[in-house]
């Protein structure tokens, strides 16, 4: 498996709000997930 590309929160953002990207968060550990829940 190939490690995922890693980008800043600043550009993710960015290409968010002009529709250009679609942000997919995913962990490994459920703990993880409930305490970086994100809005949306």
């Known amino acids: 498996m190939s490690e ?6 600043q ?3 960015q290409k968010v709000l002009s529709e ?10 459920d ?3 409930e305490n970086n829940h994100l809005e949306g």
Do not use: M, N, Q, T
């Open 4 to 9: 995922p590309i890693r980008i800043s929160s």
């Open 31 to 33: 703990d993880k997930f």
């Open 11 to 13: 550009e993710a953002r």
């Open 20 to 29: 250009g990207a679609l942000l997919v968060c995913a962990y490994d550990d």
